[in-house]
């Protein structure tokens, strides 16, 4: 079982709530309110909020559990379909799977680097 919380995960935002920023939330979380993450407004005051720029790093992290199903989803398939994966010659696919390896590692907290 993966240790962080099932997806979808959608966000929440409000510019006007008393922290000025958004959430990313889940439906299988606790008692499916908490929020996962809280992205609020600045942290200093000589920063400047960029609303655009917040929005799609909140529609990028709740894209995460997707995305790291598919990666799954992806390696399983290259390893299932491609006799080379494993060889000392990949082919120009199956040279991707240590990245993807990787890539599912830290999302999965496999290895704690």
């Known amino acids: 079982m993966d240790k962080h919380t099932p997806g979808p995960w959608y966000t929440v935002y409000s510019e006007t709530d008393e922290f000025g920023g958004g959430n990313i ?11 996962l ?3 609020t407004g600045p942290m200093f005051n000589d920063y400047t ?6 929005l799609a790093n909140l529609h990028l ?11 799954q989803e992806i390696v399983a ?8 994966w494993n060889s000392g010659t990949p082919t ?22």
Do not use: Q, W
Request: aromatic share 4%; proline share 3%; glycine share 4%.
């Open 49 to 54: 909020v960029n609303r655009e720029e917040e």
């Open 25 to 35: 939330r889940s439906n299988n979380h606790g008692d499916g309110k908490g929020a």
């Open 37 to 39: 993450l809280f992205v």
């Open 92 to 113: 120009d696919v199956t040279i991707l799977l240590p990245k993807l390896h990787a890539a599912i590692d830290r999302a999965t907290y496999t290895n704690k680097n």
């Open 61 to 71: 992290a709740t894209s995460a559990p997707l995305m790291l199903e598919a990666l």
């Open 77 to 84: 398939d290259i390893e299932a379909y491609c006799d080379d």
